[in-house]
């Protein structure tokens, strides 16, 4: 359910000023996803190229929070934005935070790529299965997340939540199925921790997907969600809106 | 008319606020009435100006040691309400006030009401300052002169040099108390004319957009004084800044086409506004 303002600002160009943040934020929220789904490839895959090329582009990535924080910065100045609009303002700010330590984390996963890869002796395909599982719910979320902040979709926002917490449980299975393979072959050790590595980062993104999604119910409620019970925050606001 | 009945006074919690984010519905008011401490208790009033209904049922608190901030869109009915609270639209002949305003819990609509002393305990402030054609002394002196507030000379000069004092003025003007009020500048004759009221002793102070004819420097002095004055009076300001109801108010309210839409903590107004008309109104959307 969207709890967009139905209505434009007096000053239209005020609502071109928060249009084009939004739009800059979302746009930098594509390019995270890309850069999970190219760093998680290039570990599947074994290809360097991805890798490098996640690497290579994590700059914009900071560049991208670089000019948001800018348009922030002047809208508070010139604009001095109130209620929902200073809601939404605080919200992308904290959101491009979380983008941008997502993009961080899958430049990790790119290096932890290049270092399997580096190695003598190709990891068992069996092995990345829970990386490619862990992938696509990290940027399952991720979209979702942004959608969620597209639209200012509680229900959306609500279901990263429930995402996350399967999230945690989905790392807990892969950490086992990753050891089992040191069990089998210990020679496997140095595979198994670059994995374990990837695969904690997949779990960091999807953790950051559920922040940005307590930022779209602080901008659509008002309400700060932060450090509290995400099962309480999705009892409440589910009960409320049903 | 009962009017808590017609009030819907919220929890502060915040999930209690958020149920009530999209609100569009009028004639109720969102938000909790009552001060704490209340020194002026409106209850269901309405003023008419012939068959026009410009207030309608408005039910505020203006409580001691506060600053109740009125705002809403010009023709809302923010500064007709005010001027009940000392009935200054007794001097409007179409005008007529129903409902019940007590100061301090006596009646102030009753008919045998004097107007006079009810205006020294409800001073106001206009939006141009209005000095008399007097010296600086004499704007202030008249007031306690007229209500023999003080019983000698020596008594009156304290008095003035106090309320100069409380008014932020005295360094400025005690070396010219003879010279005329009207030769100060926009925002000095606002302090003096704040001096004025405060002279009479007075246990509410109403500001009727009292700034608006100030530059920001001067708006700053007065809205500091403000601020210092709260710790001894009930403040009721009228503004169509919503950057000084923001800075000056602990309460805000939110007037619409004379209903009175949304009163709360000036913090939860300006972050999370219950109703949908007061968001439209102080996000700049209103149209």
């Given at each position: 359910m969207?709890?967009?303002?139905?209505?434009?600002?007096?000053?239209?160009?005020?609502?071109?000023?928060?249009?084009?943040?939004?739009?800059?934020?979302?746009?930098?929220?594509?390019?995270?996803?890309?850069?999970?789904?190219?760093?998680?490839?290039?570990?599947?895959?074994?290809?360097?190229?991805?890798?490098?090329?996640?690497?290579?582009?994590?700059?914009?990535?900071?560049?991208?929070?670089?000019?948001?924080?800018?348009?922030?910065?002047?809208?508070i100045?010139?604009?001095?934005?109130?209620?929902?609009?200073?809601?939404?303002?605080?919200?992308?700010?904290?959101?491009?935070?979380?983008?941008?330590?997502?993009?961080?984390?899958?430049?990790?996963?790119?290096?932890?790529?290049l270092?399997?890869?580096?190695?003598?002796?190709?990891?068992?395909?069996?092995?990345?299965?829970?990386?490619?599982?862990?992938?696509?719910?990290?940027?399952?979320?991720?979209?979702?997340?942004?959608?969620?902040?597209?639209?200012?979709?509680?229900?959306?926002?609500?279901?990263?939540?429930?995402?996350?917490?399967?999230l945690?449980?989905?790392?807990?299975?892969?950490?086992?199925?990753?050891?089992s393979?040191?069990?089998?072959?210990?020679?496997?050790?140095?595979?198994?921790?670059?994995?374990?590595?990837?695969?904690?980062?997949?779990?960091?993104?999807?953790?950051?997907?559920?922040?940005?999604?307590?930022?779209?119910?602080?901008?659509?409620?008002?309400?700060?969600?932060?450090?509290?019970?995400?099962?309480?925050?999705?009892?409440?606001?589910?009960r409320?809106?049903? | 008319?009962?009017?808590?009945?017609?009030?819907?006074?919220?929890?502060?919690?915040?999930?209690?606020?958020?149920?009530?984010?999209?609100?569009?519905d009028?004639?109720?008011?969102?938000?909790?009435?009552?001060?704490k401490?209340?020194?002026?208790?409106?209850?269901?009033?309405?003023?008419?100006?012939?068959?026009?209904?410009?207030?309608?049922?408005?039910?505020?608190?203006?409580?001691?040691?506060?600053?109740?901030?009125?705002?809403?869109?010009?023709?809302?009915?923010?500064?007709?309400?005010?001027?009940?609270?000392?009935?200054?639209?007794d001097?409007?002949?179409?005008?007529?006030?129903?409902?019940?305003?007590?100061?301090?819990?006596?009646?102030?609509?009753?008919?045998?009401?004097?107007?006079?002393?009810?205006?020294?305990?409800?001073?106001?402030?206009?939006?141009?300052?209005?000095?008399?054609?007097?010296?600086?002394?004499?704007?202030?002196?008249?007031?306690?002169?007229?209500?023999?507030?003080?019983?000698?000379?020596?008594?009156?000069?304290?008095?003035?040099?106090?309320?100069?004092?409380?008014?932020?003025?005295?360094?400025?003007?005690k070396?010219?108390?003879g010279?005329?009020?009207?030769?100060?500048?926009?925002?000095?004759?606002?302090?003096?004319?704040?001096?004025?009221?405060?002279?009479?002793?007075?246990?509410?102070?109403?500001?009727?957009?009292?700034?608006?004819?100030?530059?920001?420097?001067?708006?700053?002095?007065?809205?500091?004084?403000?601020?210092?004055?709260?710790?001894?009076?009930?403040?009721?300001?009228?503004?169509?800044?919503?950057?000084?109801?923001?800075?000056?108010?602990?309460?805000?309210?939110?007037?619409?086409?004379?209903?009175?839409?949304?009163?709360?903590?000036?913090?939860?107004?300006?972050?999370?506004?219950?109703?949908?008309?007061?968001e439209?109104?102080?996000?700049?959307?209103?149209?």
């Amino acid at each position: 359910m969207s709890t967009e303002p139905t209505r434009g600002h007096t000053v239209k160009a005020y609502d071109s000023e928060l249009a084009q943040l939004r739009g800059l934020v979302l746009e930098m929220g594509e390019r995270v996803v890309e850069q999970v789904t190219d760093a998680v490839a290039a570990v599947i895959e074994g290809d360097p190229a991805p890798a490098h090329d996640v690497i290579e582009r994590e700059r914009k990535i900071d560049y991208f929070e670089l000019d948001v924080d800018e348009s922030i910065f002047n809208i508070i100045a010139r604009r001095q934005p109130a209620a929902v609009d200073l809601r939404l303002v605080l919200a992308l700010s904290k959101v491009v935070g979380n983008l941008e330590r997502a993009g961080d984390k899958a430049e990790d996963i790119a290096e932890c790529a290049l270092r399997i890869q580096s190695r003598e002796g190709c990891p068992d395909a069996a092995m990345f299965h829970y990386v490619s599982r862990l992938g696509k719910q990290a940027c399952c979320m991720m979209e979702r997340a942004m959608d969620a902040l597209a639209r200012t979709d509680v229900d959306q926002a609500l279901d990263v939540f429930a995402d996350d917490r399967s999230l945690a449980d989905e790392l807990t299975a892969a950490m086992r199925h990753l050891m089992s393979f040191v069990v089998e072959d210990p020679s496997r050790l140095s595979q198994v921790i670059d994995l374990l590595f990837a695969v904690k980062a997949l779990e960091r993104i999807g953790n950051h997907a559920g922040n940005i999604a307590e930022q779209v119910i602080f901008v659509a409620k008002g309400r700060d969600v932060r450090y509290q019970s995400r099962e309480n925050v999705i009892a409440a606001l589910r009960r409320r809106e049903a | 008319m009962n009017a808590t009945a017609e009030t819907v006074v919220t929890s502060t919690g915040a999930m209690s606020s958020a149920a009530l984010s999209s609100r569009t519905d009028v004639g109720q008011t969102v938000g909790d009435i009552t001060a704490k401490n209340p020194r002026m208790v409106c209850r269901a009033v309405d003023v008419y100006y012939g068959e026009k209904r410009a207030i309608k049922s408005v039910s505020l608190d203006i409580g001691q040691n506060e600053v109740v901030a009125m705002i809403g869109p010009s023709g809302c009915g923010k500064s007709t309400f005010l001027r009940c609270l000392n009935r200054m639209n007794d001097t409007i002949p179409s005008a007529r006030v129903t409902g019940s305003i007590k100061l301090d819990g006596r009646e102030i609509l009753d008919k045998g009401i004097d107007v006079v002393p009810l205006r020294a305990q409800v001073g106001m402030v206009f939006q141009k300052p209005n000095p008399f054609p007097k010296s600086i002394y004499e704007n202030v002196a008249y007031g306690p002169r007229i209500h023999g507030i003080t019983n000698s000379k020596a008594e009156l000069d304290a008095l003035v040099e106090t309320s100069l004092t409380k008014a932020g003025l005295w360094k400025e003007v005690k070396d010219r108390l003879g010279e005329p009020g009207t030769g100060l500048s926009g925002g000095q004759q606002q302090r003096l004319c704040i001096a004025r009221t405060i002279a009479v002793s007075p246990e509410v102070i109403l500001m009727d957009e009292p700034c608006s004819a100030l530059d920001p420097i001067a708006t700053a002095v007065i809205e500091e004084l403000i601020d210092e004055l709260r710790e001894n009076y009930a403040i009721a300001i009228v503004t169509h800044s919503m950057q000084q109801a923001a800075r000056v108010s602990q309460r805000t309210a939110y007037f619409h086409l004379g209903d009175l839409i949304e009163v709360g903590e000036t913090d939860q107004i300006f972050t999370n506004p219950q109703h949908k008309l007061t968001e439209d109104y102080i996000t700049g959307r209103f149209g």
